[in-house]
Nanobody, 124 residues
Framework: QVQLVESGGGLVQAGGSLRLSCAASGRDLSSYAMGWFRQAPGKERESVAAINWNGDTTTYSPSVKGRFTISRDNAKNTMYLQMNSLKPEDTAVYYC?????????????????WGRGTLVTVST
């Protein structure tokens, strides 16, 4: 059974940076796509970024493109999200998931696994 654990969240001032990690266990995810999502208070969960199995294809939400970078290290079975130029509207619980393709990852419903999330709070 695949388990995903997010880490790296915290409190940061606007304009600052954070690096989130999503560590997988229970299965080698080197042939799976992975993704980052977030859910702000009172809002639906939304996609942030996704990455294919070997990292050569990525996609970003327009709201984070140019500020966030998704990457993965298959040797460590871990995915990352480098978040720069953070804004108060980036405040949310950030989740990672995994699936057989980027389409499955972004579609959310048939994802293989989800993490429990890590809270990111951006202050003004």
């Amino acid at each position: 059974q695949v388990q995903l654990v997010e880490s790296g969240g915290g409190l940061v001032q606007a304009g600052g940076s954070l690096r989130l990690s999503c560590a997988a266990s229970g299965r080698d995810l080197s042939s799976y796509a992975m993704g980052w999502f977030r859910q702000a208070p009172g809002k639906e969960r939304e996609s942030v970024a996704a990455i294919n199995w070997n990292g050569d294809t990525t996609t970003y939400s327009p709201s984070v493109k140019g500020r966030f970078t998704i990457s993965r290290d298959n040797a460590k079975n871990t995915m990352y999200l480098q978040m720069n130029s953070l804004k108060p509207e980036d405040t949310a619980v950030y989740y990672c998931n995994t699936g057989l393709s980027m389409g499955v990852v972004l579609g959310q419903t048939n994802a293989l696994a989800w993490g429990r999330g890590t809270l990111v709070t951006v202050s003004t």
